[in-house]
T-cell receptor, first 114, second 115 residues
């Protein structure tokens, strides 16, 4: 059974700091890994998708890496801003015989302070 | 292009009642997935529909059911509500061109409170 863990559970950093969020998964047989952002009481916004054959993806100040063999992914946020405050979730896409589905981590709650 | 829409946004029910939630996917998307989010269990997969067929199901009791219509809109039904069913129910749609590149787009969710 695929299990996804995110560390730390919560993080508070001052504005302008670079930071790294961690995600680990137990089964390397994945199609892709996605990072999402969730604002309080809202739905999820897709940030980055890394295919299983890729090593990293970049979008603006965000960079996500994937090491499938070790079951790890990191999300790097450069020059953090107060607007980055949210919960960040990673999810792996696994195949269950007929279709793929997402298995989510428990999330990292990020607060960027002024 | 309009995003994924879910109705209603908020719902209050009492134990024993049943509820139906609706999800309209992004135009052209044929896959719709449902997830339950609670503080204790996090985000858990409920089921996925593609072309009106349930292709995948999570580990939830039979009280949770769903269906998809020919226009890809989907509904989720929960019968005999329990207090533990209080959660944010999220719907996601995807284009399904490749399992490797498939991105799921989430709606704002329906907040269900069971009293």
């Amino acid at each position: 059974k695929q299990e996804v863990t995110q560390i730390p559970a919560a993080l508070s950093v001052p504005e302008g700091e670079n930071l790294v969020l961690n995600c680990s998964f137990t089964d390397s047989a994945i199609y892709n890994l996605q990072w999402f952002r969730q604002d309080p009481g809202k739905g999820l916004t897709s940030l980055l998708l890394i295919q299983s054959s890729q090593r990293e993806q970049t979008s603006g100040r965000l960079n996500a890496s994937l090491d499938k063999s070790s079951g790890r992914s990191t999300l790097y946020i450069a020059a953090s801003q107060p607007g980055d405050s949210a919960t960040y979730l990673c999810a792996v896409s696994v195949y269950t015989g007929t279709a793929s589905k997402l298995t989510f981590g428990t999330g990292t709650r990020l607060q960027v302070t002024l | 292009k309009a995003g994924v829409t879910q109705t209603p946004r908020y719902l209050i029910k009492t134990r024993g009642q049943q509820v139906t939630l609706s999800c309209s996917p992004i135009s052209g998307h044929r896959s719709v997935s449902w997830y339950q989010q609670t503080p204790g269990q996090g985000l858990q997969f409920l089921f996925e529909y593609f072309s009106e067929t349930q292709r995948n199901k999570g580990n939830f009791p039979g009280r949770f059911s769903g269906r998809q219509f020919s226009n890809s809109r989907s509904e989720m039904n929960v019968s005999t509500l329990e207090l533990g069913d209080s959660a944010l129910y999220l719907c996601a749609s995807s284009l399904i061109t490749s399992a490797y590149t498939d991105t799921q787009y989430f709606g704002p969710g329906t907040r269900l409170t069971v009293l």
